[in-house]
């Protein structure tokens, strides 16, 4: 079914926009959620019972930093609380090319601050994000680590674009099996987003970023996806530089395929995974620690 539809990558980017509204189409509704507006951030808070205190994931929606939206990713958000038993903060940020680098990174900088100020404790709480969505929640943390500002529990990418300059060989060597990204589809988002600037600047793409002193980092990518190699090779640097790394790569999976929840088994099975991940990295004291 995926491979007859156009790529979405391909479109024009106001047909693209349109197209993306409708990305969760075919994943199931979360049960036991409860959604409401996060006005102060754009976005939208998922909810659900018997959240221990404190306990909250920041989701950065995905879309080559020139699509997406907060209402993208509201069926992904619901199943991550219901997997986490955590309170989870979808908020906006502005687009390129009408908003070049670093507005994006500026706005889930404040979204980070703001979620904290909302009783969130940092080391209860999580980063995580898709696609573009990925590689901003580890720049996020870049951010929050050079600020001086409280660190979060964990990161957590799914299929992450860490490099904007495209170089990994998995652009060449999966190109046929991915049937939704294309090198020069990213090329053309990359110079959308970073408006002339460098594509290996480090807040940009964190892949080449000095990743010392980061908190745990998990990352789910499909194995035939053409950003393969960003998720393997920031993990190797994470590894390297003494952070605690994980790569999860399943077979024949598609970009950002955990998505797909109540769509295939391979998805609810990742949602299961990051919640346990989540879970057993922000449990308190008094809590049994998940394993």
């Not at 674009?161 to 060989?169: A, F, I, K, N, R």
Request: hydrophobic share 45%; aromatic share 6%.
């Amino acid at each position: 079914m995926l491979r007859t539809y156009p790529k979405q990558i391909e479109m024009p980017l106001a047909q693209a926009r349109e197209a993306d509204r409708r990305s969760e189409d075919f994943t199931s509704e979360p049960a036991d959620v409860t959604f409401s507006l996060a006005a102060d951030v754009g976005g939208l808070w998922a909810e659900t019972p018997n959240v221990p205190p404190g306990r909250a994931i920041l989701y950065l929606f995905g879309g080559g930093f020139v699509l997406g939206s907060p209402a993208t990713r509201r069926k992904t958000a619901g199943h991550l609380a219901v997997a986490a038993k955590a309170r989870v903060l979808v908020p906006d940020y502005r687009l390129a090319p009408e908003h070049p680098f670093p507005a994006a990174l500026e706005d889930a900088l404040r979204a980070y601050e703001w979620l904290l100020s909302q009783g969130a404790e940092p080391s209860r709480t999580v980063v995580a994000g898709d696609s573009a969505g990925g590689g901003l929640a580890v720049s996020t943390v870049l951010a929050v680590r050079d600020r001086g500002l409280p660190m979060p529990a964990g990161i957590v990418a799914l299929s992450p674009w860490t490099d904007l300059s495209c170089s990994g060989e998995s652009m060449i060597t999966r190109a046929a099996a991915d049937i939704e990204c294309t090198r020069a589809g990213l090329l053309e988002m990359a110079g959308w987003y970073l408006g002339g600037g460098d594509p290996r600047q480090p807040l940009a793409s964190p892949l080449f970023a000095d990743l010392a002193r980061l908190p745990p980092l998990l990352c789910l990518v499909g194995g035939d996806e053409a950003l393969l190699d960003d998720t393997l090779r920031l993990v190797r640097s994470a590894g390297i530089a003494g952070v605690d790394a994980t790569a999860v790569i399943v077979a024949g999976m598609q970009h950002v395929f955990p998505i797909w929840a109540g769509a295939f088994p391979e998805a609810d099975a990742a949602i299961g995974l990051i919640g346990d991940w989540v879970q057993a990295r922000t449990t308190g004291s008094g809590e049994p620690k998940k394993t």
